[in-house]
């Protein structure tokens, strides 16, 4: 189990050096990341660099270390360069899916990875940014799209069947409503495009009503249904958990942190079938293998919370989990197809937009 270190101790060991700098976006978990992937020089891979939070803590943590960070979102890139600086040559940055990771790695001529780190779902960086369309809190461009490439939230919400967009919101935003939300969305695009994040949020409370005492906005599991399925964010994350489990070399450690159910659910699955808890992953495996290749012991035997002082301290924070393992000296097995499946639409919905 992880031990917890007091604040000001976890605190003390990421002020210093010359990486140590405060950031526009607060990591979540951070100390507690840190301290399960067990730092022991090597090469580290932040998978999901943002706003370099968790790089920038890597680096602070163990002088030995290098680090390859990954990002799909240009401006995280450009944003990020002042930090490559700071590191003195043990940052490089990497402008990609994480989902491609392994292949990312190849390229930067790197083999395997001693630590790997996914911090999933989507950065404040972009949920503050108006232009990016990522929240109804300002009104701005329904877009929504990480790597600013492929279609618009925009476009699913004005193209596609009324049926996928119901699927889309109910199985992605689990939200119970999803089937009126679509009609509303299907009659209002008729008198002309929804191009807003205001546009549709308004359309969303007017058949959603927000639960007596609850602080979330009526929109809020759409938009989430429409961002997972615009960047298809659940497929990258399997892809990204495969991976890592084929770059880490033996005795590397996975960290993941999650923000919602469906993620941690896909996150849970792998390192329980991937560590001999769960035999869902020996049917898929070549030549019907009774037995579960263990690829990965479990570092966290449980999905670690944020203390209270946390959340006080970042309210985005809430509803975060981390999970960790260990990768053993086994085989890399075959991808796991039941994860596939819980990342993926119902077989109706995956046509995708109307033609």
Known sequence: MIRRRPPAEMAAAHRDGPVAAAQPHVPVLLDEVVESLNLDGG?????????????RALLAADPALQVIAIDRDPQAIANGQALVAEAGGRLRLVSGRFGDLDALLDEAGEAKADRVVLDIGVSSMQLDAPERGFSFRNDGPLDMRMGKDGPSAADIVNEADETVLADIIYHYGEERRSRAVARTIHEARRRGRIETTAQLAELVASVVWAEPGSHIHPATRTFQGLRIAVNDELGELVR???????????????????????EDRIVKQFFAARSGRSAQGSRHLP??????????????KGPVLPGEAEIARNPRARSAKLRAGERTESETPEPLAALHALASLPEAARGGHRR
């Open 43 to 55: 090469l580290a891979v932040d998978g999901t660099f943002g706003a370099g939070g968790y790089t």
């Open 287 to 300: 030549g019907g293998q009774a037995e579960t290749i263990r690829s990965f012991r479990l570092v966290t």
């Open 240 to 262: 990204a958990l495969h991976a890592a489990e084929r770059v880490l070399a033996p005795g590397g450690r996975l960290a993941v942190v999650t923000f919602h159910s469906l």
